[in-house]
């Protein structure tokens, strides 16, 4: 790493952490008869209003004044319409502000969440020094992507959705310091997007920055003769062009506003420039012993994700970008450069106490990224007073942030796994590049790797990567675009746990003859380690690639299920053995198009085979024909019927439409899957009144046994009326049962048309339960009272943990448009029977065997906690002052203990009077008794006896069981 002994340029910089201020909206009013007038024509000239209520395009060039109580806040909006532009620039000021304080800007504006159009606006704290924002759905080379309103705290009501799909988005557009107690914002309709290039502008917001904030007093610039390479090499450091070395790129007339754009020094490896050399920089000049809070400067395109590391160690650099936590990084709004289309970002490190020389040294290396996101602009260093990061809000559920940033379809699996110790997830970044993180539980570290290049970026969560292990225990990933691409992506990794990006070698391209979406990759050993991934790609249809050599290299696609056209494509889920078998479970269609039927289907030696076993078709004869009647078994039948005397919502909903959730094994073998039905305006019109009802199936070996076990609410937006708040199976034990609903009552299964929401539509998570096979279930809140979102959930394979669960907590407004982070529970890791044997030496030895001679079973001795080769340490149930006490151990989630009482102890007389289990699952306990946990020890349980009057005799058993 360089070090960088730099000269000091004094200066201020105020450090917009987020300090929870709240924002005030302030409506543009060009109008006199509505009141104050804030909102003129830049040039001076009389700003030419025309009324136009119906919408249509303006063939004069003038901003209309759109009134309706459906148009913005207030009741209207400034509309600019017109193909050819020429509009005239506007300025709105905001006023009542103090003199001489700082404060954040925004502008916001409307777009449609119509993914075909692209409503845009111009906004800037200059006149004619704009720059273009529009709405997630963009299609056209506008950037600067505006961020939900929705996501910020205003001072008052502001609407923020309006009933007819359209969203109000902010530009934040940096910050100014008031004059005269004014701050102008300057607004004009984009040249680019689609639409008639419509701008839809709203208004403006300002939010104080706080004297608490923290500031940079003293601004550091970097240059070379305060600037030496880690260990004095390469000495320089940079050079003035480009190169496939690890020299940093000097490039002059650029960087920050407060040093006059001198320089900025360069990685970036889409121009040819290789990884840096990294880099240490030296603060001189401050007072010895003083204690500073320590920043990095960089600047980005924001929606670019341009990457900085910093630290006040070598070894503990943090990686800084646009996208990080707003209570560490700070936009402080665009460089003034012309043409620029960059902002400048400091971002805190911590406090550090300055050196006896008055020194304080700064670690400095370029990010890890790729594509756009492979780029570094360093600025250099500041310091000011002594700050301490806000203590950010606990997080629902008492979650860990996995990620922060990333959100995911729930078609692509796996997902998540557990690998080695480590848990790997994959997910989508709101800036569209795959992710993967590696974190570790026993150290709570997570490792952050951008997978995706230029080429397969997509700001689309239907994106997420699979990730299987190869033979060697690496890894190997594979992505696609969402329909945009005739491709799909995949890598390798070089070593069995890899956590930086040089872990995994580059990204491949697979070509496709047609557009391809989703990833599902299982590598089946009993098949000579062949690959199965399971796309759609052929006539938009599921289809099947197979690669035989790890993952090298694909074969040609096969064409799986042929549905007929991309309006009717069945949506499947799958899960596999890990040995020789595929199963899955999939629709006629998308619901939105077609009425679902749920199906279920198995693919094993070289056979794809109804539940029943039946053959439905050879691997050599596919595709199977769906509208040929060629189907897997029924699971859930779609029909518009109503209702007989013996049937209700168990059996079907009426015109209710199916999508499949999540499948696995159950302890016998047989699948199991979760799946919801989704109708439309069950409680008024619109998507708002639309219900979903989600269901938990079993094959009992010779029919599909179906439950409606939980109501989820509404969909989550309206483009997407079948998006549930999602749901999953424990695949570790599918007795267990995750999911995502905003419905007020989500257990109330009463009724399917009285069916309320939470008040404010939050969706929450819960974990159900059942102990008959899925007839019945037991329900405990996950996260409750929740400030934003949870959703989509899912439990990773191999994650061995007494409960484990990942999902996507945040602001998601379409699969385009979220600001999500992935939060992860890790409970306590569960210590299976065979580890238990192991650990004691009586591997292979059977679970009723006494190994040490004692009253108590191997088995029994698992469960209650005591030593099978010591036949003198028994953990033996007792009775003590009337209560049959004895201990559970939580982490034993393989065996459940059973208390059962006789009057005579004859073999058909004992009776089940409590059923404990590990893992934190409902206990079950029979009416007549009580069971008691101890508060000091959780795992003892006692279960006071009843009183006998007439002296009849009472026997008292625990019954260990294997599950």
Known sequence: MNLFKIHVCTGFI??????????????????????????????????????????????????????????????????????????????????????????????????SQDPTQAWTLDAGLASNALSSYTGPSSTNSITAVGELASGLV?????????????????????????????????????LEGNNGRRSWYDGV????????????????????????????????????????????????????????????????????????????????????????????????????????QAGLTSGELITFSPTSDSDRVTDLGQTSVANSNRNQYIGFIANQTAAPDGTIVVYIDDGEGTANSSR?????????????????????????????????????????????????????????????????????????????TAQSQERDDHNNCSITVLPDDRLLVVYSRHNSRWEFYYRTSKVPTPSTLS???????????????????????????????????????????????????????????????????????????????????????HP??????????????????????????????????????????????????????????????????????????????????????????????????????????????????????????????NQQRDYGGGMTLDPEDPRIVYISSNAANPFDLSSITNVPVNTNRRYEIYRGFTADGGLTFEWTPVTSDSEKDNLRPIVPENHGRTRHLLWFYGDYTTYQNYDCQVLGIFDEVKEPFAAWQSAYGLDGVLASANSDFDALSDLAEYALGSNPMDGTDMALPGIIDGKYSFPHLPSRTGVESVVQASPSLASDSWEDIATIRGGGLPNTV??????????????????????????????????????
């Open 503 to 589: 872990d995994w070698n580059d990204e491949k391209v697979k070509g496709l003859n047609a557009s391809n979406t989703y990833a599902n990759t299982y590598r089946l050993p009993g098949e000579s380690d062949k690959i199965y991934s399971f796309h759609r790609n052929i006539n938009f249809d599921p289809t099947i690639s197979i690669s035989t050599d790890n993952g090298e290299t694909w074969g040609s696609p096969t064409h799986f299920i042929n549905a007929g056209n991309q309006y009717q494509r069945p949506y499947p889920r799958y899960c596999t053995n890990y040995d020789d078998r595929v199963d899955l479970i999939y629709t006629d269609g």
């Open 592 to 717: 939105l198009d077609t009425s679902c039927s749920v199906y279920h289907m198995f693919y094993q030696g070289g056979n794809f085979r109804k539940s029943d076993g039946a053959l439905l078709s050879s691997f050599a004869d596919l595709p199977i024909d769906h509208n040929a009647g060629e189907r897997g078994t029924v699971v859930y039948p779609y029909t518009a019927s109503a209702w007989g005397s013996e049937d209700g919502p168990d059996d079907w909903i009426p015109g209710g439409r199916g999508w499949t959730w999540d499948i696995c094994y159950g302890s016998d073998g047989n699948p199991v899957c979760v799946f919801q039905v989704q109708k439309n305006d069950v409680v008024g019109s619109g998507w708002t009144g639309d219900r979903i009802y989600y269901y938990y199936a079993r094959w009992t070996g010779t029919e599909w046994q179906r439950r409606f076990i939980a109501h989820a609410g509404h969909g989550i937006y």
């Open 926 to 963: 029979d009416p007549e008794y009580n069971l008691e946990a101890d508060s000091e020890n959780p795992s003892m349980y006692s279960i006071p006896l009843p009183l006998n009057e007439q002296g009849d005799p009472l026997f008292i058993r625990i019954d260990v069981r294997e599950l």
């Open 376 to 452: 570094s602009w360093y600025e250099g260093v500041g310091v000011g007073a002594p700050f301490d990061l806000p203590e950010p809000p606990p997080l629902p559920g008492g979650a860990i942030e996995v990620a922060p940033d990333g959100a995911w379809t729930w078609f692509n699996d796996e997902r998540a796994i557990f690998h080695q110790g480590y848990l790997y997830s994959g997910y989508v970044r709101r800036d569209g590049h795959v992710g993967l993180t590696r974190y570790d539980p026993e150290t709570g570290i997570s490792k952050h790797v951008q997978l995706s």
């Open 205 to 308: 917001g300002y939010e104080l920055i706080s004297d608490s904030s923290a500031k940079v007093s003293i601004y550091v610039d970097a240059n070379e003769s305060n600037t030496v390479a880690s260990g004095g090499s390469p000495s320089p450091f940079s050079t003035s062009s480009e190169s496939t070395g690890n020299l940093w790129r000097k490039r002059t007339g650029f960087g920050f506003d407060i040093n006059g754009n001198a320089e900025i020094y360069e990685k970036d490896t889409t121009a040819g420039v290789g990884d840096a050399t990294p880099l240490e920089t030296t603060i001189s000049g401050l007072n010895p012993g003083q204690e500073y809070g320590v920043y990095v400067c960089f600047i980005s395109v924001p929606t670019e994700s341009w990457q900085i």
């Open 154 to 190: 205003f001072d008052s009501a502001v609407d923020t959705f309006l009933g007819n799909d359209r969203d109000l988005y902010y530009a934040s557009l940096g910050t100014a310091v008031a004059v005269d107690g004014e701050v102008e914002v300057f607004i004009d309709n984009s």
């Open 14 to 111: 105020a450090m917009l952490v987020h300090a929870n201020a709240a924002v005030t909206y302030i409506d543009a009013v060009a109008d006199p008869s509505l009141g104050t007038v804030n909102t003129v024509a830049t040039s001076g000239d009389p700003l030419s209003l025309w009324y136009e209520p119906n919408g249509g395009l303006s063939d004069n060039s003038d901003w209309a004044r759109r009134t309706d109580a459906a148009f913005g806040n207030d009741g209207d909006i400034l509309q600019a319409r017109n193909a050819s532009g020429g509009f005239q620039e506007l300025t709105t000021t905001i006023s009542g502000l103090v003199s001489g304080q700082s404060y954040r800007i925004y502008a916001f504006f409307w777009d």
